[in-house]
């Protein structure tokens, strides 16, 4: 190829003086055309296709004017009688169609000259028509019968002007009408129409498919053609049939199998086995036949096209015949070591295909390919590194990401890009599928970090991040390999090479951060991340920035554990008594020269643009200044006070990342933690829904020591038999007094029950203070009341008549209605020993022997739930009764025995520990809405005052008769009143909980246990 | 099968468009654009086979001409440069050292040559000789009407 090429060159490199000498034919006759004909016409001057060609290249600036000049001549000439002025005008209007000109509107004109008689002017016509008739020109509906004519015609030319236009403009239309034209050609006695018919006839199969059935038994047979032109323009017409539907043409295998055999030709040879490249995959019997003649042409033919075609079947369907395979990979590999770029590529694109099937006879030639990388051609660079990232194995992925990473330095931005993406995706893909050692990425990552160009900023970033979170022991070395990125000024410079540097840079920042324990100059860090360039990055960054300056500050004051002596140099002012341990000295210089870097240079942040970022500033500028002011009210001793104020500082970022188990991570982590979250809401209200960007990966929860995962177990066992408590809503088992405790079970309880997932911290504080807030609610002393679901019960009872109102204020909540069945009353079994108040009251009466057991029977934990109201009170009202019949045997005895019972209990002591009782009905009301129990409060007591009116006006003829009950007040008068019941409900106003304690009580004491 | 060929200078004139698809005038200008674009930018040593949309662009320079292909996804590239190469060569015999000028000038040759190499975007003869043979004859009758 190469000597003859060079010939050509040569040839075309000729002056331009040729010109004339080599110009001929028609056009060099166009002048003379119309100084022939054109006597008398208009156009004798009319411009030939020489003229406007040099016109136009002579006219350089004025191009368009000139060619405009030409259009409206053209115009005018076309329209003429003169066949010949046409003719030329028609030809200078193809010539400038080639620049863009539209001749749609010559489309008649053309029709015309096609028409002519004459060969040259009908050439012109015909040329015209093939390079600008389409689809949709109108004039189609006229050639019909003109290429129908010249179809026929004895001149030769005029039918191979016919069939070459025809081949050009076939439209569904012409095809059905000229079909049996084109077809009867290949009966031709020239084989130049025969060929040319065969390959018109395939666009007359693709514009008009019914014709391919009743023409493709005469095709086949053209097989069989005395002419190789013939036959291998058949051969060309069924290879597209075959590339499109296989399947048909399978019959015809032995044919092209014959035919393969005896092929000289070249051309024909190619399209053959392209045939049975498409043929290979539906006929596996095929693949073994042509093992024999494939190998021969393979190792034989010096042609490197079908060479490569040969190849190109064999991967396409002869893969598992081990032997052709091995020798198209080593034919391949002289392909890749050639020069030239062509075959390389070529090389390099098969060895892919062949890549699933033979690995390791792609990877014998490892050492070519990775020198193709280095290459100047961008698409072989990428076929090569598509190719190196098919071969990688666990085995060889470190040696194959060196190689990757050393390519870099000589790639231009565009390969370095996706040399960066293929190292990311090769070692980060399928979840570090292929990784072994991890500290190696990290310090590969970070190198990452840093190509300049780069634009996968943000999956390194991401990457980095995970894996950080992800393995544990490996958060040193990351801190490490971090450091040199945030100390590195230069990657905060607003220049392109930048572009996507900021997200590693922030990944950075949040692992310094994050793992702040480990970072030994905590100092030089935090200024180099203070610098003004951090301007220049995205908010996102700058926010990142800030956060990790504030952990830095947090972790400010205490040693770095495994750097024994401080990094700066700085004087350390241990404290007394601490000196000895290393971990325990407060460096109070650190702090203070930190507090100064951040004075120095925040204020810049703070008036950011970005709210986010000049909120945090300002955040971080309030803490400085709070330690700044803590430190200057003791000027002699700051040290303690600003050690105090850092530990509280710290405990801000007390909490890390947990690492997610192995099996976990087969789950979308996002997913479950959104089920989480759902499942949370149920009883802690709207935690709204966060992804896990990286913010939120910020604020992971995390107890990580294995002794901690130990105890979540045990405590995700405990709270187990908590949570069902939970479901009814009343879920607080253990007491007030350590509420801390349960909201760990709680928590755990979340995270034991589901493989230990990781909680966004935010959303556990969310728990946690709502939590907090509903012990307070439930448990707080401050809240006077406890209520028993039996002591709602007799409250009704007594003070239905009056009080009903007060309970209706309580949220709705009527206590006198009996229960709905999926109502539910809280039992007392949820509250044992529940109420503070309750249980000093109890020792109270205990104390002063008012009778313990009975006490018990009110206010202990034994309810009688299966008890009926009706039953309640019918027993209420026997009991009472037996009780009345009881005193009023011992009348005498009585009074004094209950006066002695009540002894010590002033009226005012009664008094409260009724009005607590009633409270608690009200908080057991179950509104436990303060504000409603506040009003119930005001009502009764209102109630009470009037109550307390009209127990005056009563008590005072009472205690004229009685005087054994003086000194008790309504205990005396029960014996007496308890005569009738009725009348005892009359008078039950003055002293409704007393009677209702008192029967309560009797009647509880027998049934417990 | 082939879709079009189109003749570039180096300069990014159109010498020669031949389409074997349909393409309304529209696609033509902005496939030429494309072409146009994607070849003259390329250095001397690169690869000659690049993607096009659903078509591979095969060129090949000569002289100052990009020779510019666009091909099936199933083609043969090196098959394809040798049918460029193949086209060269008879413009070459038939022109005798054929330069740009050539074609420039006898633009219709060029498209009369083209049409007897490649008959609706497939090889139609691949002897040099056959088609020479044919371009001459067709000359004579051409000149034989135009003055009878």
């Not at chain 1, 080599?22 to 001057?45: H, Q, T």
């Not at chain 1, 643009?609 to 001793?637: G, I, K």
């Not at chain 1, 809503?729 to 760990?744: F, R, S, T």
């Amino acid at each position: 190829m190469a000597p003859q090429e060079d010939m050509v060159s040569k040839g075309l490199r000729k002056a331009s003086n040729a010109v004339s000498k080599m110009a001929g034919g028609m056009l060099d006759s166009a002048g003379g055309l119309v100084a022939d004909g054109g006597g008398k016409d208009v156009f004798v001057m009319q411009k030939s296709l020489r003229d406007i060609i040099k016109g136009i290249r002579t006219a350089k600036d004025e191009e368009n004017a000139y060619t405009n000049e030409v259009l409206y001549e053209i115009q005018k000439e076309i329209r003429t009688n003169d066949p010949r002025t046409k003719a030329i005008a028609l030809q200078k209007l193809t010539y400038l169609n080639m620049f863009g000109h539209s001749m749609g509107w010559a489309a008649f004109h053309t029709v015309e000259v096609m028409s002519q008689d004459r060969l040259s002017l009908k050439h012109a016509g015909y040329l015209a028509a093939k390079q600008s008739f389409q689809d949709s020109t109108e004039v189609m509906v006229l050639i019909p019968n003109l290429l129908k004519k010249d179809l026929a015609s004895s001149v030769v030319f005029e039918v191979g002007f016919a069939l070459d236009c025809l081949a050009n403009i076939i439209t569904p239309d012409l095809a059905r009408d000229l079909v049996s034209d084109v077809f009867s050609l290949l009966n031709s006695s020239r084989a130049y129409l025969r060929k040319k018919a065969v390959l018109v006839l395939y666009k007359a199969f693709l514009r008009y498919p019914e014709s391919l059935r009743p023409a493709f038994g005469r095709l086949t047979e053209k097989l069989e053609d005395d002419e190789t032109s013939v036959i291998s323009s058949v051969v060309a017409v069924l290879c597209e049939l075959v590339i499109h539907n296989p399947k048909n043409y399978l019959p015809l295998a032995p044919t092209f199998y014959k035919l393969l055999q005896t092929s000289t030709n070249n051309w024909m040879t190619i399209k053959l086995v392209k045939i049975f490249g498409h043929m290979c995959p539906l006929e596996p019997r095929l693949a073994k036949k042509l093992v024999e003649p494939i190998t021969q042409i393979m190792s034989t033919t010096p042609a490197k096209s079908l060479l490569y075609e040969c190849i190109c079947t064999v991967t396409n369907g002869m893969t598992h015949i081990n032997a052709v395979c091995k020798l198209a990979a080593e034919k391949l590999k002289d392909f890749i070591v050639e020069f030239d770029p062509n075959l390389k590529f070529l090389g390099l694109r098969a060895l892919t295909k062949l890549l699933p099937t033979h690995p390791k006879a792609v990877a014998d030639h490892k050492e070519t390919i990775f020198a193709c990388l280095q290459e100047g051609d961008y698409t072989i660079q990428q076929t090569a590194l598509q190719l190196v990232q098919g071969m990688v194995t666990k085995r060889n992925l470190m040696d194959t990401v060196t190689h990757l990473v050393l390519s870099m330095r000589k790639a231009d931005v565009l390969f370095r890009n996706d040399l960066v993406a293929s190292v990311l995706q090769v070692c980060g893909g399928n979840r570090y599928e292929l990784l072994t050692d991890f500290t190696w990425y990290i310090v590969v990552l970070a190198e990452l970090a840093r190509v300049p160009g780069s634009t996968h900023g943000k999956e390194v970033g991401f990457q980095l991040i995970d894996i950080t979170a992800r393995v544990e022991v490996l958060r040193e070395e990351a801190v490490q390999a971090m450091k040199p990125l945030l100390l590195d000024k230069a990657l905060l410079e607003d220049k392109p090479e930048n572009c996507s540097v900021g997200h590693a840079l922030k990944a950075a920042a949040y692992i310094v951060g994050e793992y702040r324990s480990f970072v030994t100059s905590r100092v030089e860090i935090m200024r180099a991340m203070l610098v003004p360039q951090l301007k220049n990055q995205e908010s996102v960054v700058q926010e990142h920035y800030i956060q990790c300056v504030m952990k830095l500050l947090a972790a400010a004051g205490t040693l770095p554990i495994d750097a024994p002596s401080a990094p700066e140099g700085e004087d350390q002012e241990p404290e007394a008594g601490k000196s000895q341990a290393p971990i325990a000295v407060f460096q109070i210089e650190e702090v203070w020269q930190m507090m100064v870097t951040i004075t120095e240079q925040l204020p810049v942040l703070m008036r950011s643009r970005h709210v986010e970022v000049s909120e945090r500033a300002c955040q971080l500028m309030v803490v400085v200044n709070m330690l700044t002011m803590v430190a200057e009210q003791e000027p002699d001793e700051p040290i303690p006070v600003l050690k105090a104020c850092m530990e509280q500082l710290a405990v801000l970022f007390t909490e890390e990342l947990f690492p997610v188990s192995s099996k976990a991570q087969k789950v979308p982590v996002r997913r479950v933690w959104t089920y989480r979250h759902r499942d949370l809401s149920d009883q802690d209200g709207d935690l709204a829904d966060d992804g896990i960007n990286k913010d939120s990966a910020a604020t992971l929860l995390g107890t990580k020591s294995k002794k901690q995962s130990r105890r979540i177990e045990k405590e995700a066992r405990q709270a187990y038999t908590g949570h069902k408590e939970k479901m009814k809503e009343y879920y607080l088992a253990d007491g007030p007094e350590k509420p801390k405790d349960q909201l760990d079970n709680l928590l755990n309880a979340a995270k034991g029950d589901k493989e230990a997932i990781p909680l966004p911290s935010w959303a556990t504080t969310k728990k946690e203070n709502k939590l907090a807030k509903d012990i307070v609610m439930k448990g707080d002393a401050g809240f006077d009341g406890q209520v028993d679901g039996n002591e709602d019960e007799d409250v009704k009872e007594a003070t239905a008549t009056k009080d009903e109102l007060a309970y209706k204020a309580l949220g709705g909540v009527d206590i006198s209605k009996p229960l709905e069945e999926d109502d539910m009353l809280p039992t007392t079994m949820a509250y044992p020993q529940y109420d503070p108040i309750l249980a000093r009251e109890r020792t109270f009466m205990k104390q002063h022997g008012h009778h313990p057991d009975v006490q018990l029977g009110q206010y202990g934990e034994v309810i009688k739930d299966t008890e009926t109201r009706e039953e309640r009170k019918a027993r209420h009202r026997r009991e009472r009764a037996a009780k009345a019949a009881k005193a009023e045997e011992e009348a005498a005895p009585t009074p004094s025995a209950s006066g002695i019972k009540r002894e010590g209990e002033t009226r005012e002591e009664r008094k409260a520990r009724h009005r607590s009782q009633r409270e608690e009905q009200a908080a057991a009301g179950l509104g436990v809405d303060l504000k409603v129990l506040e009003a119930a409060k005001k009502l009764m007591k209102e109630e009470k005052k009037a109550k307390k009116k009209q127990k005056a006006k009563e008590e005072k003829p009472k205690k004229q008769k009685d005087v054994a009950a003086e000194a008790e007040g309504d205990e005396g008068k029960k014996p007496k009143k308890t005569k009738a019941k009725k009348a005892l409900a009359e008078s039950a106003d003055a002293e409704p909980k007393a009677k209702k304690g008192k029967p309560k009580k009797s009647k509880k004491g027998p049934e417990e246990p | 099968m082939i879709h079009f060929v189109l003749l570039i200078s180096r300069q990014g004139k159109v010498r020669l468009a031949k389409w074997y698809t349909q393409y309304t005038v529209k696609e033509r200008t902005k496939t030429i654009k494309q072409v146009t674009g994607a070849v003259l930018s390329r250095g001397p040593k690169l690869c000659n086979f690049l993607e096009f949309g659903e078509t591979k662009l095969i060129y090949k320079r000569y002289a100052s001409l990009y020779f510019c292909v666009g091909v099936d996804q199933e083609d043969n590239e090196l098959a394809t440069l040798e049918t460029v190469h193949h086209f060269v060569e008879i413009l070459d015999r038939y022109f005798g050292n054929v330069c740009e000028l050539d074609l420039i000038f006898n633009f219709h040759k060029a498209y009369y040559i083209l049409d007897e190499v490649l008959l609706g975007g497939h090889l139609q003869e691949t002897s040099k000789r056959a088609i020479h043979h044919v371009v001459t004859e067709q000359d004579a009758l051409v000149e034989n009407a135009k003055n009878g």
